[in-house]
């Protein structure tokens, strides 16, 4: 027999959540000495909404209270949130930085949180560090510290891969220092600019995407702006795709000629291993060949759309080839001689991976 809980259970929790319009500064009802740095992790997707800066700073800031009542707790949650928005609007990570520290200033209480990230900014000036010299900002359990470290690796490295690796060997809570290095790193760099290698091996990848997806189509980019989609938006899968569009003319800019992610070929037997895991795939010379049959000359048409769609998503362009019923590719990176890379196999990774709902075999 199944316990109910008692119904005024969930009047009693709702009386304790601080409402959206409840004073910044004060300890918060719930755990008021509590400013561990668990609901900064939680608070980066504020910054992917739309919403201004000090809106996203205002809302990440009052969900932390409702877990963390220290104001260093929700202020650090509030400024990350503030810095992911910065950056997803163009900003660098340092500008997006000093622009955030203007928001809890204007609160009470906020030295703690202040002088922590104006001490990331400050340590990532000297140069690169190691994991001890990032040490000096705190071993990151607590809220305040755990983003200003996240904030020095992602400045200080000039590499994702390196600034990762910075913010997480090291001792103290470097689970969370990564994370919150990778959300700034994200927002700056979108997936594409990630080592791609480390993405494909993401537990649960897909599932990632479809949320952001979901994220980045319901939330209006730029705070109200409606996304620009030249076909009728017909079911959720055309939105998500139109969504991950917007965000790759976003971040494309950034990432063309960016030192972060070097672009170099790989070699034969990298190539043929990693076309175990992609049946139908085959390496031609120094190019990835894939052939497609499908059940009508419309539903090839559409194949095509989706994987010119993933293409410019990616900001790498096959060859495509449109039969009555068949698609084939040619794929390769023009800009390494013609070779193949990752940029290629990653491609044909999601290639293979939507072909199945338009019925290719």
């Known amino acids: 027999m199944e316990r109910e809980l008692p119904l005024h259970l969930g009047a009693q929790v709702m009386e304790r959540v601080p409402l959206p319009w409840a004073e910044l500064g004060p300890p918060g009802p719930v755990n008021p000495d509590s400013k ?24 990440a800031a009052r969900c932390a209270q409702i877990t963390h009542g220290h104001p260093t707790g929700y202020y650090a949650a509030g400024a990350l949130a503030a810095i992911v928005t910065y950056v997803v609007a163009g900003d660098s990570v340092e500008g997006a930085v ?30 690169s560090p190691s994991a001890e010299t990032v040490e000096r900002l705190g071993a990151g359990w607590v809220a305040e510290e755990a983003p200003a470290t996240g904030v020095c690796c992602a400045l200080a ?31 700056r760099y979108g997936d594409v600019g990630l080592p791609h290698a480390w993405v494909r091996r993401i537990e649960g990848r897909d ?32 939105q ?23 672009v170099e070929p790989l070699s034969q037997k990298e190539v043929e291993d990693r076309l175990a895991g ?30 010119a769609q993933v293409q410019e998503e990616l900001n790498h362009h096959s060859d ?15 800009s390494v001689g013609g070779k193949v890379t990752e940029l290629d196999l990653g491609l044909a990774e999601r290639v293979e991976a939507l072909a199945p709902a338009h019925g290719a075999g």
């Open 36 to 59: 561990g740095c668990g609901a900064v992790v939680r608070s980066a997707p504020f910054g992917l909404t739309g919403a201004p800066a000090d809106r996203a700073f205002g809302l």
């Open 320 to 334: 495509l080839t449109l039969g009555y019923n068949t698609v084939s590719l040619t794929v390769t990176t023009h």
């Open 278 to 307: 992609l049946p139908g795939w085959s390496l031609d010379g120094d190019r990835l060949t894939r052939s497609y049959r499908l059940g009508s000359h419309l539903a090839a048409t559409a194949l095509v759309v989706h994987i």
């Open 240 to 262: 998500r795709r139109a969504a991950r569009l917007w965000h790759a003319e976003r971040v494309r800019d950034i990432h063309e000629g960016s030192e972060l992610m070097p």
């Open 207 to 238: 599932r990632i995407a479809v949320l952001a997806d979901d994220l980045a189509a319901g939330a209006s980019p730029s705070g109200g702006h409606v996304l620009f989609w030249p076909l009728p938006i017909r079911d959720p899968s055309d």
């Open 157 to 187: 490295a000039h590499r994702v891969e390196d600034a990762l690796l910075l913010a997480v060997n090291r001792s103290g809570d470097s689970d969370s220092t990564g994370s919150l290095c990778g959300n700034i790193l994200g927002a």
């Open 98 to 127: 000093l622009r955030a520290l203007r928001l809890p200033a204007r609160h009470p209480g906020h030295e703690e949180t202040t002088a922590a990230l104006e001490g990331a900014l400050t340590l990532a000036d000297e140069g």
